[in-house]
């Protein structure tokens, strides 16, 4: 929140890979998840993070015996790293790029949650029961269209890549969540 009052701090902690490649600021690929450009932003990522976050927490505790705060944990900042390589790629020389938020990380646990409960029904926003592996399929087709397009000052890459982290994390656990999709999800009556 400080960064809404402090654009010089923002831009100190913001993702910007030109910093992390030519002057070796690497901390950026943690921090900027941590700053948001605005309350609306901050308010979206965090109201994702609350929906989904304990649930997933929870679940993990079902699919693997390590501590399921540790493998959160692993879960998000993975996430957040993850999120950051096509920006990488895409705008390593570029000294005017920039991004925050933890989209990246938040993605990462909404697909999480998507790959244990794939049949679960969901409300998303104007449109009723939709099932999870239904909404994943169209977040990440909109999420690819929407980096292709661009100029909407949104690293919809991020949410892409994000997305891809938390499947495959998710899988690392327990490969049979893939092979066998739902099958979890009855085994613990959701």
């Not at 879960?75 to 920006?87: C, D, H, K, Q, S």
């Not at 920039?98 to 049949?119: D, E, K, M, Y």
């Not at 909407?152 to 690392?172: E, K, M, P, R, S």
Request: include cysteine.
């Amino acid at each position: 929140m400080a960064c809404f009052q402090d654009r010089r701090l923002l831009d100190t902690l913001a993702f910007q890979p030109y910093a992390v490649r030519n002057q070796g600021q690497w901390y950026r690929l943690f921090t900027h998840a941590f700053v948001h450009a605005d309350w609306p932003h901050l308010f979206v990522n965090m109201f994702v993070l609350f929906m989904f976050g304990r649930n997933v927490e929870l679940l993990f505790s079902e699919v693997t015996a390590l501590p399921a705060q540790v493998v959160y944990g692993t879960l998000y900042i993975g996430g957040i790293l993850f999120a950051t390589l096509p920006g990488m790629a895409k705008y390593g020389q570029d000294p005017n790029y920039r991004s925050v938020g933890a989209s990246g990380a938040v993605s990462a646990v909404l697909f999480a949650q998507i790959l244990l409960l794939p049949t679960r029904e969901s409300d998303m926003m104007f449109i009723k029961n939709v099932p999870n592996w239904l909404f994943g399929i169209l977040y990440l087709v909109y999420s690819y269209f929407m980096d292709k397009r661009g100029g909407d000052h949104v690293a919809h890459d991020a949410h892409f890549y994000g997305a891809v982290f938390g499947v495959l994390f998710t899988t690392a656990l327990d490969p049979d969540l893939l092979l066998h999709l739902g099958a979890f999800q009855r085994s613990i009556g959701y």
